[in-house]
Structures are given as C-alpha cells and as structure tokens.
C-alpha cells in the first residue's frame, strides 16, 4: 500500500490532515513523554465507516460501534530514522490492532516498509518481536490519556495479514 506519514517517532506534537485543505495540521501537542514507536500516518482514498463499524460489530459483539469516519490508520516499521513526516511510503500490512476509540471503530494496520533491511523479512505480525507490538499497543492505549480520567480506548483483537487486507479492503 502507499501510506501517507503523518508523524515520526520524534515528534512531539500531533499532526494530522485537515479533510478540508489537505493540508497537515497541529491536531495538538502531545501532553506527556508518549512518543509514537512507528511512521504513523493513513491510507489515502479509505475511510473508516460503515462497512469497517460493521466488521468491527461482527468481531466483538458491541453493537454500539460506528466507523470513525477518519482514513484508516497505519503504522510502519522500519530500521532507518525518518527525520520528518508529510510524505508518501510505500508498505506491506502485515497485521493490525482493532482498537474501540469511545465506541468508534479505529483500527491501525501494521506494515513494514518496503525493502527495509531490518523488517522486510516479516510476513505476519507473529513474526514480530513481542516488546515491538506492546510499544504500539501502549503508545494507542495511552497517547490520548489525561490524567485522573479513564481511558475511552481498548484493542479488543490483534490480527494478522489476512485480516489486515479484509479491514483495508472494507476502508
């Protein structure tokens, strides 16, 4: 796939496109010390509605789900510093996280960038270090939190491949 890189691992604010431009924007400052553990960014031309609410009903049972209505998230692994965002990547999912924000459905897709020397090899988020897929999960568990407030996330399911292309298909 080619991903549009929203942020990188050194930013510290959160920027994110403005639907009505195109343009990036500020979406906020990040509050505390989370710093996103991947290129973060969408995958131009989806969107996360209906059909990936849906999917999401299907996979969990909560009824309350609706889409986000935000392009789907993708994050990418890959060895070598990206010094900025505001580019295009190209991409190969290899999993995901279904991730419940507030009862909207926000899944982000795991992917490795294409002929990165460190992650190239990877096919499945199984082959994936497990302290990798625990940064990501916590980074999207915590990055919203304020303190003395609950948390509206959860990652009710970690999927591979297969799945990933069913979700980015749905988008």
């Known amino acids: 796939v080619t991903a549009f890189i929203e942020i990188v691992p050194t930013d ?6 403005d639907k009505e431009t195109g343009y990036l924007k500020i979406d906020r400052p990040q509050k505390y010390s989370n710093a996103v553990p ?5 995958i131009p031309q989806t969107l996360c509605g209906e059909q990936i609410a ?16 935000d392009p789907l998230d993708i994050c990418i692994l890959n060895e070598k ?3 900025h965002g505001d580019i295009l990547v190209k991409a190969r999912p290899i ?24 992650y190239e090899g990877f096919n ?10 625990e940064r990501l999960k916590h980074y999207f568990l915590t990055y919203k939190d304020i ?18 292309y069913i979700v980015i298909e749905r988008a």
Request: hydrophobic residues 35%.
């Open 54 to 69: 849906e999917f999401a009903i299907d996979k969990t049972g909560n009824q309350k789900i609706t889409g986000d209505n």
């Open 38 to 42: 991947a290129l973060y960014g969408f």
């Open 124 to 133: 499945d988020l199984t082959e994936v270090p497990p302290r990798v897929i």
């Open 147 to 164: 303190p003395g407030s609950p948390s509206n996330c959860e990652i009710t399911h970690t999927y591979g491949k297969d799945e990933a």
């Open 12 to 17: 510290t604010v959160k920027y994110e496109i």
């Open 81 to 83: 510093e990206i010094s």
């Open 95 to 118: 999993g995901g996280f279904r991730m419940i924000d507030g009862d909207q459905a926000d899944d982000k897709i795991i992917a490795v960038m294409n002929n990165d020397a460190m």
